[in-house]
């Protein structure tokens, strides 16, 4: 007999609808799963014979065969353990056939029957309810996770005997309704703005760089306060809204990063990776892909302290994600696209022992020592960053100053205003935020006119500007406009934004 239920198959940190679909047939004993599983998945063959048997159920007679529609999508992990022992149930006619119907159905299955937690539930609500789902079943340690996505009554059971019992009818001690809640935000631990002294250039930098989601790179000696400022970049950043915190909460979710109470990521995340990290750890990869760091900064920070310190191979695998907002991973079972629309702020000192052009200091960095040094930083990789701020040492009387800069609370309302203005200008298209904007796009959202155009045209006529800066400067441009609350760009904002083009790293040798 032919017997449907359906589950969800994760590829990338998308989730995807699968058909679980099973028929028995008289015979020898045979119990063969077909449709490009994975080891793991073979493996539950034995584990759901087990769990069938062991939670009072007869398992099927004969020839038995499972296929995983579409067959041409491989399939992966152990989620498919509960959907398939259903199935065979739903073959055997215990439960009835069209009983499994309304349900997308995951879970791995221990051999006493009991169910155990798997990864990615949050996309698999996502998927099931984007494919016109209302009813999903899960292991109950999978409960709060799946209860994140509204508008899903969510099945949290402890065993297969449970999930049968839902089948049935009698799911109602185990429904719950999916909500989407929010937590407020707490910047408690992040720090404060107001607690760093002087720095107002590298400040006003950093605040543009958060309004228009611009790249920032930091260049200054040890001691004078970059990575001080980095950390505090996101108590500048604006609450994150209901569609980027799932989609923060979907990558987290497919890393296996969420802990043991999910909730909704609240906070924009930042991601602070080792100098050592590898490529694969930085964009993603492995055998089975997974989300890498650029990904797990997803609408939030990126920061890489002693940017030249990684290895020039890892610094160029972030040329594709720092143009395009996503990181493409081929390997021999599959391509998987990662979202990577992050905020980078790398910091770097001027030469290795770090000290060159500080007054006073006793730098014996020779040129080309300097050289060989910034080196691993290539002219495409930094031709992405729009902003390169030098940061210099605090003075005496900065440092014992009385009188507080302005707090993060206050630039961040500048911030939320200027995000406001992008919002109002893209609607619902993808950009998001300035520095989002496709190069198709630059003359129309940062149309330059007059003096602004003029002093553009004469810097890029010295040579000193590709066509890829002229668009990010028009960029950073307009973003300064906007935390002026100004409709038009001026001469004023496009002078300001070339004084942020000239790369600090390179004039330093």
Known sequence: ??????????????????????????????????????????????????????????????????????????????????????????????????????FVVCGELALDGSLRAVPGVLAMALAARAAGFRQLVVPEANRDEATLVDGIDVYAVPTLADAVAVALGHGAPFRRRGTTVLAPTDREGVGDFADVRGQTLAKRALEIAAAGGH??????????????????????????????????????????????SPRVVAIRPFRAPHHTASRVSLVGG???????????????????????EFSRATLEVLRQPLEEGTVTIARAAGTHTFPARFTLVASMNPCPCGFRGVRGSDCRCDDGVVQRYLGKLSGPLLDRIDLHVSVSRVSFDELVQRGAGDSSATIRSRV???R????????????????????????????????????????ASRGALSARAFDRIARVARTIADLAQSPRIVRAHVAEALVYRANPGRNAA
């Not at 930091?218 to 001080?228: A, D, E, F, N, W």
């Not at 492995?286 to 030249?308: C, F, K, M, N, W």
């Not at 330059?448 to 045209?457: I, Q, W």
């Open 215 to 260: 790249n920032v790179v930091l260049v200054g000696p040890p001691g004078c306060g970059k990575t001080m400022l980095a950390r505090r970049v996101p108590s500048i950043l604006p609450a994150m809204t209901i569609p980027e915190a799932l989609d923060v909460t979907k990558v987290y979710s497919i890393a296996g990063l969420l802990g043991p």
């Open 420 to 459: 406001n203005l992008q919002k109002q200008r893209f609607g619902e298209a993808s950009p998001g935020t300035n520095a989002g904007i496709a190069a198709a796009d630059v003359r129309r959202f940062c149309e330059l006119e007059g003096d602004a155009l003029a002093l553009l045209e004469g810097a």
């Open 1 to 102: 007999m032919l017997a449907l239920a359906f589950s969800a198959s994760i590829a990338g940190i998308d989730a995807h609808v699968v058909r679980v679909e099973t028929d028995s047939a008289a015979g020898v004993p045979h119990f063969a799963i077909v449709g490009l599983p994975d080891r793991a998945l073979n493996e539950s063959r034995e584990r759901v014979r087990s769990a069938i048997v062991n939670s009072g159920f007869g398992f099927p007679p004969g020839r038995l065969l499972v296929n995983l529609a579409p067959a041409d999508m491989r399939k992966e992990g152990v989620g498919f353990d509960l959907p398939i022992a259903l199935a065979l149930l739903a073959t055997d006619e215990q439960i009835p056939s069209t009983a499994l119907r309304p």
């Open 286 to 308: 492995g055998t089975q892909p997974r989300p890498g760091e650029i990904s797990l900064a997803q609408h939030g920070v990126l920061y890489l302290d002693e940017l030249a």
């Open 416 to 418: 939320e205003a200027a």
